[in-house]
């Protein structure tokens, strides 16, 4: 971590009465700042919250939506909740798979696009969702899904 973020990090720890309440948002500091969690950041986690590394994994491990390899530039979440696989979800996550010629949770080989199928978003009345970089993206259609690749895919080429 920076040492913005490990003040950041110090200042969470204070604000709960209990020190391990601050490990979630801790490693959100963490993914933030490097897009993963990397594992020399876990013992560096563990050692601020006072923990053992083991104590740390085994958060992580639970919690699927911290990733442990780097994503892609842009990280493309589509919903698997049963709204929006009854309003085509599985078709939109089959479009990017041919597309980028990537498999559920990979990222192509230039490290533009990683695709992951993740629980509900919490857009049901508008599935299906999908949620690019964070940012959500209801009733999504495949022809919406090109638009965004071709617009990313041009951004990059321009250097924008
Ligand atoms: S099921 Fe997809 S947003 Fe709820």
Redesign the pocket.
């Known amino acids: 971590m920076n040492a913005e973020n490990l003040a950041k990090a110090q200042e969470l720890i204070q604000r709960f009465p209990q020190k391990s309440s601050a490990l979630i948002p801790i490693l959100h500091l963490v993914e933030e700042e490097f897009g993963y969690i990397p594992q020399e950041e876990v013992g560096v986690v563990a050692d601020v919250m006072g923990v053992t590394s083991a104590y740390v994994e085994s958060v992580l491990s639970f919690y699927t939506l911290f990733h442990r390899q780097p994503t892609g530039k842009y990280l493309i979440q589509v ?1 698997r ?4 696989q009854l309003m085509g ?1 599985d078709e939109l996550s089959k479009f990017l798979y041919e597309d980028l010629g990537v498999e559920r949770n990979g990222t192509t080989e230039d490290g533009m696009f990683t695709v992951e199928a993740v629980e ?5 009345k508008n ?3 999908v949620q690019i970089n964070l940012e959500f993206y209801p009733n999504m259609t495949k022809e919406k899904l090109q638009g965004f690749l071709d617009k990313a895919r041009e951004e990059v080429r321009s250097g924008a």
């Open positions: 919903c909740g049963l709204s929006c979800a509900c978003v919490a857009l049901c599935a299906p969702a």
